[in-house]
């Protein structure tokens, strides 16, 4: 028998798969050495059996073998059976901790309803202990209310009589505490007004109070009327806190009367027939107010209380009846209000203000507190000199402007002499900038801000905005009305005419486009912009700007940057100061507009004055025999020639607007778009030209490319990187000069439609003129009907290009 049959009989049975736990199969493993071979898909017992027999000898080791493998299965078969044991035996032990468990809930349970049963016993125990108790507290919460409604009742029946007996021996000062106690007692009976006797002790208290405001309002005017009642002043000041326990409207009848009294004295002194009582006179007013106060201080100050702010509530009285008798007698008399009159009236009613805030500042009458802290400014008085005075913006105060507030309707005064101030200094600014243009070197104009040189800030703009920051303190203080507005319109009437009078008239040869600005000026300023722009094309014979003419330019550049940062600035202090519904109106883009127009057309004199100086090079390149070049040798002399005129230039323009760099770069982007395709278009004038003159003029395009990406800083020591934008306008313009001339030296015999789309694929952006004028260069003899079909191509390809391009 071979071990194949063998394997025959063993596997002759039926299959049964068993499932062992991972105990039984470690144990397994650990008795047979490891089962790795045998748990394998590609097991093969036929193959494991000829290996262990591999010949017919050793198949005589099969009984022990076999022995040796029923011996273990049955020590596997053991180990199953006692753990199969033991599980039962858990599994039963488990089912009893599960009962026992249920045993002890339910005795849980009972012992929870037995303590429930128990809680509600002790409960109804409690409730019925409490039950008498609580209605004792009732008991007592009744009798003590009854105890407290007899005390009140008694003390209000009999602090009535005591009120009366007080109030008619004037014990003010016993009988403010009595009064504040039975105005407490009637507030606690208000709930029993269906109560017939109350009512009536109510009533009777009510009387007292009213006979005691008739009786403490006469001893008063008895006292202030001069009659001899002997009311003293300690009694009067005793019968203020009796005041205070009154009425409200006690104290108002008394203070409204008592004041009234302290102010007929000055209501007659300054009636309107009285000739202190015009503006002229107005300083009088405030001198009696401030010694009545002092006086009023020292004899009637202890009478009333500090809370009642009498000498605040005089102080703002009196400004009320100034304003009044002031808005009465201007308006009659208006015709006899005049500026110096105004002013006058104007800074002594601030000064007074500003006073009175100083004194009463904090207080509350309706309006929010102040701040105390206030800036210095510098104002002017009314004989023209700076003098220092504390500035208490009129909106922040609620003194400033009380009174002051009449004069607004008569600031339109105010602001035409501003105008007519701001008219004489604009005159002198004119005459100072015609001196200069005629070469009076020594006047205003023509001088800088702190002595500067070339490109410096003309002083007189500064000497403006000076001016304008003190006429704006001024009117701030004054109001934030209408005027404000009127004054913003002034402002701009003198920015414009500043720039289309002064600033124009500093530019070099302006002197006829300075007639038409100043006639101009009333209509608006789009006449500058005009102005400057004849100036830039109608000079007949053009010269080059000096460097003192180049220096005016500049000049007039940072001057113009100056006006246009600072007006910005004074547009938004205007809205400032201005009231909120009208700070709207208030508009001075146009004038900052005017400004970067000046700015833009100064850059542009310096753009053609450089184009100016490099024209006969950029002719001498045209005349240049372009083709009968042999060899390519160094740049051509025209080249060298604009690269001398650029560092000539550039760096005393740099160094003139060193303050001003963003000028600067605008110049020479500005430079490069204008001077670039004037350099192309006299590159398609060099015609006709040869291969080698093709090479030799992209030699000299590639150095001028080179010279005009360092012109930021050309003669500068410190090299700096040129701005992108600037870069990349040059790189634009000067890559199309090469590849013009690259498609000049492109060969064209033989095939056009290469030719053509070399040509798009070079030059997408360029035109069929452009085209045409390329092939003159390269000296192509084409008939009418070659030049018909190369157009017609190139439009063709240039169509197809572009919807390429956008899509």
Known sequence: MDSN?????????????????????????????????FDSDEFDAVAYINRVFPTEQSLSGVETAAARCEFRLASVQHDIQRLVR???????????????????????????????????????????????????DCAKWNLTAAITALNHLHMLAGGAATLRGLAQRRQYKELVLPLQAIMEVLQHFESYRDIRELNAL?????????????????????????SKSGVSQRTLAEACGVVDALDPKVKKELLNWFISMQLQEYQHLFSAEQECAWLSHIERRYAWLKKHLLSFEESLGSVFPHAWLLSERIARQFCKITRTELTNIMSSRRNEVDVKLLLYAIQKTYNFEVLLHKRFVGTDFGTDNVDTAVEKQSSFDDDGKE?????????????????????????????????????????????????????????????????????????SCADLFLFYKKCLVQCARLTTGEPMLELAGVFQKYLREYAGSVLQAALPRAGAALSLGALSSAAGMPSLVTNLHTLLRDDATPTRYTKQEIAKITSVITTSEYCLETTIHLEQKLKEKVAPALADKIDLVPEQDLFHKMISNCIQLLVQDLELACEPALQAMTKISW??????????????????????????????????????????????????????????????????????????????????????????????????????????????????LKLVMAPLDGNLEGFVAQFVQLLPESTLAEFHKVLDMKGAKLSKVQMSSLDALFKDVSKSVNNEGSK
């Open 86 to 136: 033991e599980q039962a035996a858990q599994r039963d032990a488990g089912q009893e901790a599960l009962l026992e468990a249920q045993r002890c809930i339910a005795e849980l349970a009972l012992q929870v309803a037995d303590i429930n049963k128990k809680a509600e016993r002790s409960e109804t125990m409690v409730r019925e202990i409490t039950a008498e108790i609580k209605q004792l």
């Open 387 to 459: 003098s220092q005075t504390d500035d208490v913006p009129a909106g922040d105060s609620p003194w400033v402007g009380l009174i002051g507030g009449c004069f607004e309707p008569y600031l339109s005064l105010y602001i035409t002499s501003l105008d007519t101030s701001l008219r004489s200094l604009m005159d002198t600014f004119i005459q100072d900038a015609k001196s200069a243009d005629t070469g009076n070197t020594n006047s205003g104009a023509n001088s800088t801000i702190n002595g500067g040189g070339s490109g410096a800030v003309i002083t």
């Open 627 to 740: 083709l009968h070049f042999d060899n390519v040798g160094d740049q051509s002399s025209y080249v060298t020639q604009i690269i001398m005129h650029l560092k000539n230039t550039i760096p005393n323009l740099r160094d003139n607007l060193a303050s001003s760099r963003k000028y600067f770069t605008q110049f020479c982007i500005r430079f490069a778009n204008s001077f670039i395709p004037k350099f192309i278009q006299n590159v398609y004038k060099c015609k006709p030209i040869s291969t080698v003159g093709s090479e030799q003029l992209l030699l000299d395009t590639h150095m001028l490319k080179t010279a005009l990406l360092e012109l930021p800083s050309i003669g500068s020591e410190v090299k700096r990187q040129a701005p992108a934008t600037y870069t990349k306008v040059v790189i634009k313009l000067m890559t199309k000069a090469e590849m013009i």
């Open 202 to 226: 109510r009533d009777e208290v009510h009387s007292i109070r009213s006979q005691l405001a008739t009786q403490i309002l006469a001893d008063f005017k008895d006292a202030f009327t001069g």
């Open 5 to 37: 049959e063998i394997l025959d009989d063993k596997d002759s049975g039926p299959e049964v798969q068993m499932n062992f736990p991972s105990s039984v199969m470690s144990r397994i493993e650990e008795l047979m050495g490891g089962t790795e071979q």
